[in-house]
């Protein structure tokens, strides 16, 4: 079965770091683009960070780009992403998710994990 699962989520204080994990099944993580999607609470989701496979790219959001990085070990079929000097509005819950194509956060067939809660307070 093809199968994302997060972990690694938890309750920080701000300025603190958390390093989320996510392990695929099923199908090649590195041959798909992959990407790291919070929501907050009352919010809708956010793309934090993505690799595109075809052009090597990565993007990171304004808000995070600094302070969180993306990482693959494509060995272990585990995407992690490493959340440093943590705020209140980083909290949410984070997502892993995997596209066959280029990553679009909308798109139907995206495939996502059930995601672990960050909290920062």
């Known amino acids: 079965d093809v199968q994302l699962v997060e972990s690694g989520g938890g309750l920080v204080q701000p300025g603190g770091s958390l390093t989320l994990s996510c392990a695929a099944s099923?199908?090649?993580?590195?041959?798909?683009?992959i990407a790291w999607v919070r929501q907050a609470p009352g919010k809708a989701r956010e793309g934090v960070a993505a690799?595109?496979?075809?052009?090597?790219?990565?993007y990171y959001a304004p808000s995070v780009d600094g302070r969180f990085t993306m990482s693959l070990d494509a060995e272990k079929q585990t995407l992690y992403l490493q959340l440093d000097s943590l705020k209140p509005e980083d909290t949410g819950m984070y997502y892993c998710?995997?596209?066959?194509?280029?990553?679009?956060?909308?798109?139907?067939?995206?495939?996502w994990g059930q995601g672990t809660q960050v909290t920062v307070s």
């Open positions: 099923g199908f090649t993580f590195s041959a798909y683009d």
């Open positions: 690799k595109y496979t075809r052009t090597g790219g990565t």
């Open positions: 998710a995997a596209s066959p194509r280029q990553w679009v956060l909308t798109a139907n067939d995206n495939l």
